[in-house]
Nanobody
Framework: QVQLVESGGGLVQAGGSLRLSCAAS????????MGWFRQAPGKEREFVSR????????YYADSVKDRFTISRDNANNTVYLQMNSLKPEDTAVYYC???????????????WGQGTQVTVSS
């Protein structure tokens, strides 16, 4: 059974940084894509970033490009999202997810974590 556990969320002032972690277990993830999504109150879940586990290739939403960095730790089956220069509009619940294809469509991701709240104050 696949389990994804996010951590690292919290309250930070605008301009600050946070690093989210997603610990994955239950299978070998070398053939998968790991994604980060976020959902603000009253809004749809939106794609943030993804990384192909085997190649390490990354992709970012325009809204976070040059501010966020996704990375992986193969030995610990953990994916990270380093978030710098945070803005109030980054406030949301952040989710990690596992999928089979390189896409930003959340419907293509099969397994999801429980989410971690990120709040950026102005």
């Amino acid at each position: 059974q696949v389990q994804l556990v996010e951590s690292g969320g919290g309250l930070v002032q605008a301009g600050g940084s946070l690093r989210l972690s997603c610990a994955a277990s239950g299978r070998t993830f070398s053939n998968y894509v790991m994604g980060w999504f976020r959902q603000a109150p009253g809004k749809e879940r939106e794609f943030v970033s993804r990384i192909t586990w085997s190649s390490g290739r990354t992709y970012y939403a325009d809204s976070v490009k040059d501010r966020f960095t996704i990375s992986r730790d193969n030995a610990n089956n953990t994916v990270y999202l380093q978030m710098n220069s945070l803005k109030p509009e980054d406030t949301a619940v952040y989710y990690c997810a596992v999928g089979y294809v390189t896409t930003g469509n959340p419907n293509q991701y099969k397994y999801w974590g429980q989410g971690t709240q990120v709040t950026v104050s102005s």
